[in-house]
């Protein structure tokens, strides 16, 4: 606000009239131009307040087809590029997203709903994770091995999978695509974007901030609108070699059905029931401090979000009351409002969900502690906001103990040893991540060896770091995001079997003796010759 006798400073204008343009994100990226639909646009609106706050283009098949096209092309120049060149796109990338952190935070909370400082904290790991892969890129090794034969060279080499066709969520829209993004490109593939339809702003101005590096057109595209058409070009399509999804496992399993018709690689991350297990020896006040941050982070809605708490039943009382306690202090409101800290359910769908799974738990038996109510009244009358919840007496009967809550409920569970925590834990399709609490480390290895999870921690809930792989077994998925294991995921390896010409005659050679053309000579007693002369 300025009084009547200053003038706002002209950057700071143009940025507020951007902010306010609907059409500012308008755009698809197709081999690096902006490219817009003439099938018209789709509306983002805040799940906070409900008012719009952008527009993409309703892209469909055509568009996608376009992109690959344009990945296709650009995928030989840009694998024959060094690790080190392409680095340096990589770097140059995670400069401009710090430079324009706060502005892409309020943009990320404005379309998803989280807290800014939540969405700022996204964006600096995402960061971490271009400037690690960047550097790992560096590393991909191949291999020299001994060959069978004097004249045998046998090499191992690590190539570009190919075009990738990457599918991200809305949960966390900036870190789904850079932690897929960042090793694709590094390891000199081409990849086209297909962003969730709730959530595409931020995907197109981290791409527009991709292509001002100056990266060579059709590496990076990006494409918005169905999801049906678009996918169904990267299932279709063999130049496509590779597909990255994150999102529910149905929608999961549908695409590894169709994608292996072509026998395409996939990385998918689906969903999970992560449990967390806190034994009477564990910290207590850690325990419940770290649940609560695990738990309402996103307003639940995290894939590897704790879904289920096990509370041994000599702390059970202590722990839920602590929790609660810790819960009911939790402000909930908008994004951009000081100090919240939950902010909005993505959508009204979302919201019924929750309030079907706490209604059942309640008819069931299950008592609530803090919470279990939609807010609706004031601020939040215009949002999805589902008040922080607490439940007890939680018993397997009920939904919230058999599907993935993805919402601001805490179910709460009584066990008393731990055989029975473990089988109960395990009794689930999904295997993503669990999370256990003790100071014995005899249980320590015990539990991390017995648990049937991708993940597991222990006395802490955070998991994401761009050095270790990220991803699940079962139907919680295939692949990993992170680590070297992540990079692995996007190179293809080609064995070398090379004969190099020598003196004299090095292909007569075998084993025991020298023979003649065409007939071996046996190797010691009892053995036949491990090699002919004749190469095969």
Request: net charge negative; with cysteine; glycine share 10%.
């Amino acid at each position: 606000m300025t009084s009547g006798n200053e003038e706002m400073d002209p950057r700071l204008e143009l940025e507020l009239k951007q902010e306010l343009d609907l059409d500012r994100w308008n755009c698809q990226w197709i081999n690096g131009e902006k490219v817009t639909s003439a099938q018209g646009s789709m509306t983002v609106y805040n799940p906070a307040t409900g008012e719009a706050v952008g527009r993409v283009p309703r892209g469909d098949g055509e568009a996608a087809a376009r992109a690959v096209d344009a990945a296709s092309a650009a995928l030989p120049g840009w694998g024959r590029l060094t690790a080190v060149q392409r680095a340096a796109y990589l770097n140059l990338w995670a400069e401009r997203i710090e430079q324009a952190r706060d502005q892409l935070a309020r943009l990320m909370s404005r379309e998803q709903g989280k807290p800014i400082q939540e969405a700022a904290g996204e964006l600096d790991g995402s960061v971490q994770f271009i400037r690690w892969y960047a550097e790992e890129g560096k590393r991909v090794y191949g291999e020299t091995i001994p060959g069978s034969r004097p004249n045998q060279r046998i090499m191992v080499w690590r190539q570009p999978v190919g075009v990738v066709g990457m599918i991200t969520p809305w949960n966390f829209p900036a870190a789904m695509i850079i932690r897929k993004a960042a090793p694709a490109l590094t390891a000199g593939c081409t990849i086209v974007v297909k962003p969730a339809s709730q959530t595409p702003l931020i995907a197109v101005a981290l791409m527009e901030l991709l292509i001002d590096t100056g990266i060579p057109s059709g590496v990076a595209n990006l494409v918005t609108g169905s999801a049906a058409a678009i996918s169904d070009v990267f299932l279709s399509d063999a130049r496509v070699r590779k597909i990255s999804f994150t999102g529910s496992t149905e929608v999961g399993k549908s695409i590894m059905q169709r994608a292996a018709g072509g026998l395409k690689r996939l990385s998918l991350e689906l969903g999970g029931i992560a449990p967390v297990i806190v034994f009477p020896d564990a910290d207590i006040e850690l325990a419940a401090e770290s649940i609560v941050g695990n738990k309402f982070e996103n307003c639940g809605q995290v894939c590897n979000g704790i879904n289920v708490i096990y509370a041994h039943e000599t702390i059970h009382k202590e722990l839920s009351e602590r929790i609660a306690a810790q819960t009911r202090m939790l402000r909930v409101g908008p994004g951009d409002e000081p100090d919240v800290e939950v902010g909005p359910l993505i959508d009204r769908e979302a919201m019924l969900r929750v309030e079907r799974l706490v209604a059942d738990a309640k008819a069931k038996g299950a008592s609530v502690l803090t919470g279990g109510y939609a807010l609706l009244e004031e601020k939040y009358a215009h949002g999805h906001y589902y008040a922080p919840t607490v439940l007890t007496d939680v018993n397997e009967e009920m939904d919230v103990m058999k599907e993935e809550i993805f919402g601001p409920v805490a179910p709460i569970v009584a066990f008393s040893e731990e055989d029975e925590v473990i089988a109960r834990c395990n009794a689930t399709p999904y295997g993503l991540a669990a999370y256990v609490f003790t100071r014995d480390v005899s249980r320590v290895y015990r539990m991390c060896e017995q648990l049937e999870f991708g993940m597991v921690a222990v006395n802490g809930t955070s998991l994401s770091v761009p050095q270790a792989p990220f991803g699940g077994i079962k139907e919680s998925g295939t692949g990993r995001e992170g680590g070297h294991h992540g990079l692995d995921d996007y190179l293809e390896l080609k064995y070398i079997n090379l004969f190099v010409e020598g003196k004299g005659d090095e292909r007569w050679v075998t084993i025991g003796r020298k023979s003649s053309p065409g007939h071996p000579v046996p190797g010691p007693a009892g053995l036949s010759p491990l090699l002919s002369w004749k190469e095969r």
